[in-house]
């Protein structure tokens, strides 16, 4: 798979920013790759000493076969810890398919010495229509490889009999570049990261599910969530 995601400031100030991120990607449904593309606009605020993060967002993410979504999302981070809730509602159903309604909870954190790494864990219910809902827990890693070049690896957990329990890796393009440590500088002196300030942070993407979930209308499968 690949992944294209570009963050863009839209205005700034000592307090925070306003911003858009758009992203566009393949994936595969029933054996057939299409195109999804992500528009979101966010609000990120920063707290006295610029060492706490908060936020909000909404986004419209559409396919080529004619499926549309829309979420809202709040975020809280800090230079070691972050937690994100999205909420998903389904806007309109391409043919022979059902878009799923639903929500995800992220909580994320520095690995120790690795200040390029985050280890994180997920969890996530999509409402089923013809079929039950659809529950699981996400195991990963976020790694900073360069500025412009992010992996994700994950472990999906899912709870629904008949769905396969799934690993899977996600190389992301990202502009502009991002500051901070890269895997170039390798382990670290101290446990955690000495630079607290959140100002480098405003404009790092959205942690959100990028596919469009959907029920395959006649048949007992559904899409894949990674």
Excluded at 67 to 78: H, K, M, P, Q, Y
Excluded at 142 to 168: C, F, H, R, V
Aim: charged share 30%; hydrophobic share 35%; net charge negative.
């Amino acid at each position: 798979d690949y992944s294209i995601l570009l963050v863009r400031e839209l205005m700034r100030d000592d307090k925070g920013n306003l911003f858009t991120q758009l992203s566009i990607f393949n994936t595969e449904k029933q054996n057939d790759e299409r195109i999804v593309a992500n528009f979101g606009l966010g609000k990120r605020l920063l707290g006295d000493g610029n060492t706490l993060m908060t936020g909000y967002n909404a986004f419209l993410d559409l396919d080529e076969d004619g499926n549309i979504r829309t979420s809202l999302g709040g975020e809280v981070r800090n230079a070691v810890l972050s937690f994100n809730a999205n909420l998903y509602e389904g806007l309109q159903d391409a043919n022979g398919e059902t878009v799923l309604d639903g929500y995800d909870l992220k909580l994320n954190s520095q690995i120790p010495y690795l200040h390029w790494a985050k280890a994180f864990v997920s969890n996530y219910k999509w409402d089923g229509v013809d079929r039950d809902d659809i529950e699981g827990m996400k195991l990963g890693t976020n790694m900073q490889l360069s500025p412009t070049i992010s992996l994700e690896a994950a472990y999906d957990d899912k709870d629904k009999s008949g769905l396969e329990d799934e690993y899977y890796f996600n190389l992301m393009f990202n502009f502009p570049p991002k500051n901070g440590p890269t895997m170039k500088d390798g382990i670290g002196s101290t446990a955690w990261k000495e630079d607290k300030d959140m100002s480098g942070e405003l404009l790092s993407k959205v942690d959100r599910q990028n596919k469009i979930v959907v029920e395959f209308k006649g048949l007992s499968t559904i899409s894949r969530t990674d």
